[in-house]
């Protein structure tokens, strides 16, 4: 199946500093990725729609200005977390569809653990 | 509002026995539903997709099935090894973004 990676896999931050992750589709072209958030024994909870070369489209309550989302390439999505605070530390999680088949399921990368003390 | 139900937080059965889950969801009206597997500290791992016009779905020792008259996916996992031991999620999707359930954790015990 169709690879997506994400980096860091984890990363521990000093509370107000902005943290990167970056997601990419190795071996496929994603137009569309998704960003999930997941904390400890809940389910994933999408943040926000990727679109390639557009403005992301974020869900109800999830502040687009502290959650910033680039989509650069077809293989590239990143997503910064501004001016990170305790209650950010969570599980953050990456997918895509690969565009060119016809599945309906997306691929989803490893994960990224916040941790911001 | 759309809703996602997985009945159990946590299942544990003995090694070779079948291990059903259930999802249960209501306001939705899916083409089709889809089931992940995923590890402690990892990414989700898609396993099957089921459509609204198939009964039932096998992969290996995986079944699933799909009833939208009740609303409910069964998931079932026959032959059980110590290495199904995972957390289960149901998905569906809307408006091209996927939605999950809490999922159920299944442990097999050797």
């Known amino acids: 199946g169709a690879v997506v990676s994400q980096h860091p896999s984890w990363v521990i931050c000093k509370s107000g500093t902005s943290v990167k992750i970056e997601c990419r589709s190795l071996?496929?072209?994603?137009?569309?990725m998704f960003w999930y958030r997941q904390f400890p024994k809940q389910s994933l909870m999408l943040m926000a729609t990727s679109n390639e070369g557009s403005k992301a489209t974020y869900e109800q309550g999830v502040e687009k200005d502290k959650f910033l989302i680039n989509h650069a390439s077809l293989t590239l999505s990143t997503l910064t977390v501004t001016s990170a605070h305790p209650e950010d530390s969570s599980f953050y999680i990456c997918s895509a569809r690969d565009q060119g088949t016809s599945g309906n399921e997306q691929f989803f990368g490893p994960g990224t653990r916040l941790t911001v003390l | 509002s759309q809703k996602i139900e997985q009945n159990s937080e946590a299942l544990n059965i003995q090694e070779g026995k079948t291990a059903t889950l259930t999802c249960n969801y209501t306001n939705y009206s899916p083409a089709y539903l889809q089931w992940y597997r995923q590890d402690p500290g990892r990414g989700p791992v898609f396993l099957l997709l089921i459509r609204e016009n198939e009964k039932e779905k096998r992969k290996e020792r995986l079944k699933v099935t799909f009833d939208t008259t009740l609303k409910q996916s069964l998931f079932h996992i026959t032959a059980s090894q110590p290495a199904d031991s995972a957390t289960y999620l149901c998905?569906?999707?809307?408006?091209?973004?996927?939605?999950f359930g809490a999922g159920t954790t299944v442990t097999v015990r050797a």
């Open positions: 998905a569906l999707e809307l408006d091209y973004k996927l939605s």
């Open positions: 071996d496929f072209q994603a137009t569309t």
